[in-house]
C-alpha cells in the first residue's frame, strides 16, 4: 500500500495561545525588579497644517528600590539638569529610599495588592476578543505566532479598565517558547473616554509597542509609539505622539555587580 504525504500537525490554537500567555506573568515583573535601565520619553504636539507645534523630552533612569520601581529624571530635552535641579533629584532619591528600607509588611503588602488590581483587568482579554492566528514571525531572532485580536460583540466587562477593550483591535506578537508579549499594533476603532470624560481619545489613534531580548534571559521594552488625536474637555482638539525608548539595561546580582546588557 502507497504511503500517502506525512500528516501535518494542525495549526496551535489562537485563543489557548493567549489564554497560556495571561495565565503566566508574561511581562516578567519579577525578574525586571534585577535591572536598571533608562527611559527617553518624548512628546511631540502638531498644528493642524500637520507641521511641529511643540517637542519635547525627558529621560529618567529606572531604579528598583525596595522591591519596586523608581524614576529620577537625568535630563530635559536631552541636556542634563542643572546643579539646582540634581540636588533636587538626589533628596528626592535618597527621601525615598530611607521610606521604603523602613516599610512595614503591611505597607509591603498593600503595594503588592494593589499591583495585582492593576493586572486584574488583563485576565479579561481572553473573553474579550476573538482570536486569529494569521502567520509566524521572528522578534530578536525568537519564533513568534501573530495573532489578530477583534472585539468579541456583545462582551460586557466586568473591570472598569476592561470596557475599552471593545473599541481596541490589535496585532499581538507572542514568543513561542515563553509566551511573552513580545509585539504589539494596537488601533483604536471607537472614542475612548479617559478622566471621567474629560479626555476623549478619537478613532485612528494607535500604539505601537515592542520588546526585546535581554542577557538571553528576559524580555524587556525596547520601544512604545503612541499617536493620537485627542479632544480635552471637549474643546481643545490635541494630535501628538508620545514616543518612548528604552535602553542601557544593567542587571545587578547578589555581589552588586553591574552586567551590561544586549
Same mark, same amino acid.
Given at each position: 500500500?502507497?504511503?500517502?504525504?506525512?500528516?501535518?500537525? &494542525?495549526? &496551535?490554537?489562537?485563543?489557548?495561545?493567549?489564554?497560556?500567555?495571561?495565565?503566566?506573568?508574561? @511581562?516578567?515583573?519579577?525578574?525586571?525588579? %534585577?535591572?536598571?535601565?533608562?527611559?527617553?520619553?518624548?512628546?511631540?504636539?502638531?498644528?493642524?497644517?500637520?507641521?511641529?507645534?511643540?517637542?519635547?523630552?525627558? @529621560?529618567?533612569?529606572?531604579? $528598583?528600590?525596595?522591591?519596586? &520601581?523608581?524614576?529620577?529624571?537625568?535630563?530635559?530635552?536631552?541636556?542634563?539638569? *542643572?546643579?539646582?535641579?540634581?540636588?533636587?533629584?538626589?533628596?528626592?532619591?535618597?527621601?525615598?529610599?530611607?521610606?521604603?528600607?523602613?516599610?512595614?509588611?503591611?505597607?509591603?503588602?498593600?503595594?503588592?495588592?494593589?499591583?495585582?488590581?492593576?493586572?486584574?483587568?488583563?485576565?479579561?482579554?481572553?473573553?474579550?476578543? @476573538?482570536?486569529?492566528? #494569521?502567520?509566524?514571525?521572528?522578534?530578536?531572532?525568537?519564533?513568534?505566532?501573530?495573532?489578530?485580536?477583534? &472585539?468579541?460583540?456583545?462582551?460586557?466587562?466586568?473591570?472598569?479598565?476592561?470596557? %475599552?477593550?471593545?473599541?481596541?483591535?490589535? @496585532? $499581538?506578537?507572542?514568543?513561542?517558547?515563553?509566551?511573552?508579549? #513580545?509585539?504589539?499594533?494596537?488601533? #483604536?476603532?471607537?472614542?475612548? /473616554?479617559?478622566?471621567?470624560?474629560?479626555?476623549?481619545?478619537?478613532?485612528? /489613534?494607535?500604539?505601537?509597542?515592542?520588546?526585546?531580548?535581554?542577557?538571553?534571559? $528576559?524580555?524587556?521594552?525596547? *520601544?512604545?509609539?503612541?499617536?493620537?488625536?485627542?479632544?480635552?474637555?471637549?474643546?481643545?482638539?490635541?494630535?501628538?505622539? =508620545?514616543?518612548?525608548?528604552? /535602553?542601557? =539595561?544593567?542587571?545587578?546580582?547578589?555581589? /552588586?555587580?553591574? #552586567?551590561?546588557?544586549?
Amino acid at each position: 500500500m502507497a504511503l500517502g504525504a506525512p500528516a501535518q500537525e &494542525p495549526a &496551535p490554537d489562537a485563543l489557548d495561545i493567549v489564554r497560556r500567555s495571561v495565565e503566566r506573568d508574561w @511581562t516578567d515583573y519579577e525578574s525586571r525588579k %534585577n535591572y536598571t535601565y533608562q527611559e527617553r520619553s518624548e512628546f511631540r504636539q502638531y498644528a493642524r497644517n500637520g507641521k511641529i507645534a511643540s517637542d519635547r523630552s525627558e @529621560t529618567n533612569e529606572i531604579l $528598583i528600590l525596595g522591591g519596586h &520601581p523608581y524614576e529620577r529624571l537625568t535630563a530635559r530635552n536631552d541636556k542634563p539638569l *542643572s546643579a539646582r535641579e540634581e540636588r533636587r533629584e538626589q533628596a528626592k532619591l535618597d527621601s525615598e529610599l530611607a521610606k521604603r528600607q523602613h516599610e512595614s509588611p503591611a505597607e509591603q503588602a498593600r503595594y503588592q495588592e494593589e499591583r495585582a488590581e492593576e493586572r486584574a483587568f488583563i485576565r479579561e482579554i481572553p473573553d474579550a476578543f @476573538t482570536f486569529r492566528l #494569521v502567520g509566524n514571525d521572528a522578534v530578536s531572532n525568537h519564533p513568534a505566532w501573530m495573532i489578530e485580536a477583534r &472585539p468579541k460583540p456583545g462582551y460586557r466587562a466586568v473591570h472598569s479598565q476592561a470596557k %475599552n477593550f471593545a473599541k481596541v483591535r490589535a @496585532t $499581538i506578537w507572542i514568543e513561542q517558547e515563553t509566551y511573552h508579549w #513580545v509585539k504589539v499594533d494596537a488601533d #483604536v476603532l471607537n472614542t475612548i /473616554s479617559v478622566g471621567f470624560g474629560l479626555l476623549r481619545i478619537a478613532p485612528g /489613534s494607535s500604539m505601537h509597542f515592542e520588546q526585546t531580548r535581554v542577557n538571553d534571559e $528576559i524580555w524587556l521594552p525596547s *520601544s512604545m509609539l503612541v499617536r493620537f488625536q485627542a479632544r480635552l474637555a471637549l474643546l481643545k482638539v490635541l494630535r501628538g505622539e =508620545y514616543d518612548i525608548r528604552y /535602553s542601557g =539595561y544593567r542587571k545587578f546580582q547578589s555581589d /552588586s555587580k553591574i #552586567v551590561e546588557g544586549q
